[in-house]
C-alpha cells in the first residue's frame, strides 16, 4: 500500500481484511499457513505526487491502522520500500524485460490518469507495475492479497517472472521465480460515497478506519442512494444504491434482506437506512479505533516495528538478488 494518510473502508475490505487473514491462516497441523510481509510503498507515491514534506507522518498513519486492524509485527515484518534498495535494484533489471507499450495497455494505469485529469504520464508511472512486480517477487511472493484494481499489475508481475526465468537459469535450482497468483476480497472494489465505482483518498469519498461513529453517520447522511427514491416512501432500487452495498458488507445477512425488500416496497426511507449503516459500520471499526488509540498514542513505537521489519526484509531481499545476480552472471 502507499503511504497516503489514514485509511478507508475500501482499503479495508479490498486489501486489509485480506491481509489479517492470511497473518492468522492455519494448516492442517496448525502452524502458519503463510509467511506474510507487508510493504509501505513510499517510492509508488511519487508517481501522483512529488510533494513529500508530509511523508513520514503518512507513514506511521497508516503502520498506526495497519496495526490496529491486526497486522501482528510479531508474525508480519512491515517495512518502508524506500530502506530496502534491493526494490530500486531488482526494479531496473525487470524493467529491460517489459516493453513500454504493454505497460501503456495497463487499464488502472488509465483508470488513473482519468480520474486525477493527468493528460501525460511520467517515466516512472508508467513502470510503477513494474517496481510492483519486485516489490512482490523480492520476498518470493506466491499469493498477493489486493483489491481488483490491482488485478492487471500482479498479470505484469507473473509475465515478468516468466521472462526472467526463460532468460536467466540459476545453476542450482533453474528458476529463480514463481508466478504468484492474486488474492481478491469479496468485496474488493468498495464504491465511494458519492456513487463513483471506487472508494479514494484522492477523490475525497472516503469513510476512514479511524472515523468515529458520529463521523461515519455524518458522512454517510450526504452519500449518494437511489437517485429515483426522491420522497421516504417512494420505492428504491438496492441493487444501484451506494449504502445497500455498503450495508451488504456490513450489515448481518438478515438485516440486508430485509432492507432490501423494505427499500424496494417504500417502507424504509433512506435516512433511517443510513443510520442502520453508519451503527453496522461503527459496530464493526469500534475494536480498530480501541486498538488504534493505544498505538496513535506512541509513534516512536510505531517506528521502531518499521525499522525492525526493515531489518528482517533486507535480509530476505539481498538474499534474492545474490539469487538473481548469480542466474545472471554478475555475481
Ligand atoms: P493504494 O492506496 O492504491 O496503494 O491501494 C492499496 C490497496 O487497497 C490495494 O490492494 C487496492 O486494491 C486496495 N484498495 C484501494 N481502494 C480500494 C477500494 N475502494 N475498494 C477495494 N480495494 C481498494
Redesign the pocket.
Known amino acids: 500500500?502507499?503511504p497516503?494518510g489514514k485509511l478507508h473502508l475500501?482499503?479495508f475490505?479490498?486489501?486489509l481484511e485480506n491481509w489479517v487473514a492470511r497473518q492468522n491462516e492455519l494448516d492442517a497441523d496448525g502452524q502458519r499457513a503463510f509467511e506474510t510481509f507487508f510493504l509501505i510503498?513510499d517510492y509508488?507515491n511519487l508517481t501522483t505526487s512529488l510533494e513529500t514534506s508530509d511523508i513520514f507522518d503518512c507513514t506511521i498513519d497508516m503502520a498506526t491502522d495497519w496495526l490496529a486492524a491486526g497486522v501482528d509485527p510479531e508474525k508480519s515484518p512491515i517495512f518502508r520500500q524506500s530502506r530496502v534498495k534491493e526494490h530500486t535494484e531488482l526494479f531496473l533489471i525487470y524493467s529491460m524485460l517489459i516493453t513500454a507499450s504493454r505497460l501503456e495497455r495497463n487499464p488502472t494505469l488509465k483508470d488513473q490518469l482519468r480520474d486525477l485529469n493527468m493528460d501525460a504520464v511520467s517515466y516512472g508511472h508508467l513502470g510503477y507495475p513494474v517496481l510492483q512486480a519486485a516489490d512482490i517477487l523480492l520476498y518470493k511472493g506466491n499469493i498477493v492479497p489486493?483489491?481488483?484494481?490491482?488485478l492487471p499489475h500482479v498479470e505484469i508481475t507473473r509475465e515478468i517472472a516468466r521472462r526472467f526465468n526463460n532468460q536467466y537459469q540459476h545453476p542450482v535450482f533453474g528458476d529463480v521465480f514463481e508466478e504468484p497468483e492474486p488474492k481478491i476480497t469479496k468485496?474488493?472494489?468498495?464504491a465511494?460515497l458519492d456513487g463513483k465505482t471506487?472508494?479514494?483518498k484522492s477523490l475525497g469519498n472516503t469513510i476512514l478506519l479511524s472515523d468515529k461513529p458520529e463521523e461515519v453517520f455524518n458522512k454517510l447522511r450526504k452519500a449518494v442512494t437511489d437517485t429515483q427514491k426522491i420522497r421516504k416512501n417512494d420505492p428504491g432500487r438496492p441493487e444501484v444504491c451506494t449504502v445497500f452495498s455498503y450495508h451488504r458488507r456490513f450489515s448481518d445477512p438478515d438485516s440486508v434482506e430485509s432492507i432490501a425488500r423494505d427499500c424496494r416496497s417504500g417502507a424504509l426511507g433512506c435516512v433511517d437506512c443510513k443510520k442502520a449503516c453508519a451503527e453496522a459500520i461503527s459496530g464493526e471499526l469500534a475494536p480498530i479505533l480501541e486498538k488504534r488509540s493505544g498505538y496513535a498514542s506512541r509513534p516512536e513505537m510505531v517506528k521502531d516495528i518499521l525499522l525492525s521489519g526493515e531489518e528482517h526484509a533486507r535480509r530476505i531481499a539481498e538474499t534474492t538478488m545474490q539469487e538473481v545476480r548469480i542466474a545472471m552472471n554478475i555475481g
Open positions: 500500500m502507499r497516503t475500501g482499503h475490505t479490498g486489501a510503498a509508488h489486493v483489491g481488483e484494481d490491482q468485496f474488493s472494489r468498495l465511494g471506487k472508494m479514494s
